[in-house]
């Protein structure tokens, strides 16, 4: 089975083929081993390439979240014709992927921002969510509040233009 991705303006392909206790993946060039571990409601523990995981996995229509390893990837699911789409813009609008509470804002209004920048610190099932620039911009609004109750898809923080 073979999936696009969108992330930070570049298209990823995993490829994943199903086996018996282990999984094959392949993702920017290489190939994995994994295990399901357990797992219930978007959050799940795998074993990759040997190594126990933990991530937590938020959907909503083509939109996926993934947390793995402190840090929160954003991405779409490109089909057909969207692929192409994929590429064109930037994010400017950042949303929580899931409900949790604003442990710490990293950044202020105007702000200059590179791609993979902290901006947000979120808790969220005990566990720290990083949300990121997805590039370089200048921080245009900030929508929440330390210490506030987010749900999920809320507006944390919105970039102005692409280039710091």
């Known amino acids: 089975m073979n999936f696009d991705y969108s992330f930070q303006r570049r298209i990823y392909s995993l490829d994943l083929h199903p086996g018996a206790g282990e999984h094959k993946a392949s993702f920017a060039g290489r190939q994995h081993g994994v295990r ?3 797992g219930e409601a978007g959050e799940f523990e795998l074993e990759i ?3 126990s995981v933990q991530v937590l996995v938020a959907k909503e229509g083509r939109r996926i979240w993934v947390h793995l390893d402190g840090r929160t990837y954003a991405l ?3 089909v057909g014709d969207a692929t192409q789409a994929g590429l064109a813009g930037g994010e400017r609008v950042l949303r929580a992927p899931m409900p949790g509470q604003v442990r710490r804002l990293a ?3 105007g702000q200059a921002v590179n791609a993979g920048d902290v901006l947000v610190l979120l808790e969220a099932m005990k566990m720290e969510i990083r949300i990121q620039a997805p590039h370089a911009a200048k921080v ?3 929508a929440v ?3 506030q109750s987010v749900e999920r898809e809320q507006i944390l923080v919105e970039l102005d233009g692409e280039g710091a």
């Open 145 to 147: 509040s330390q210490g």
């Open 49 to 51: 390439d040997g190594r």
């Open 36 to 38: 399901v571990l357990g």
């Open 140 to 142: 245009a609004r900030i």
């Open 76 to 78: 779409e699911r490109l």
């Open 107 to 109: 950044v202020q209004v």
